[in-house]
């Protein structure tokens, strides 16, 4: 049976939690160890910015997204995941074909 091909997208990743945000972090960065995400900004969680919504952009190879929702399930409940076409990406970054992007709302 051929494999299937994962189609370019960007993810919005919904966490709903009571965690606190470094535990978010420490978790979000040691998943992203393992599957070679990146995490490319944060907001909402300093003090300064404490009234914006928390959310972080993630930066992960296409083929390795199954495994890192999969993964996020596990650490957290309530994960819910949708493809999203209006993802903002900083100019700086561009969407190559072999990364989607997740924004992780912390809500």
Partial sequence: MPE?????????????TELQ???IFTK??????????LILFAKGFSEMDSG????????????EYKKFLS?????????VSQADKNI???NDISKDENHSFMLIEVN
Avoid: C, H, W
């Fill in 4 to 16: 299937e091909k994962a189609e370019p997208a960007s993810y919005r990743l919904t966490i709903r």
């Fill in 21 to 23: 945000p470094d535990i």
């Fill in 28 to 37: 979000v960065e040691s998943i992203s160890e393992k599957l070679n995400a």
């Fill in 52 to 63: 914006n919504k928390k959310e972080m952009l993630v930066k992960i190879p296409k083929d």
């Fill in 71 to 79: 993964e996020m399930k596990g650490q957290f409940t309530n994960v």
């Fill in 88 to 90: 903002k990406v900083p």
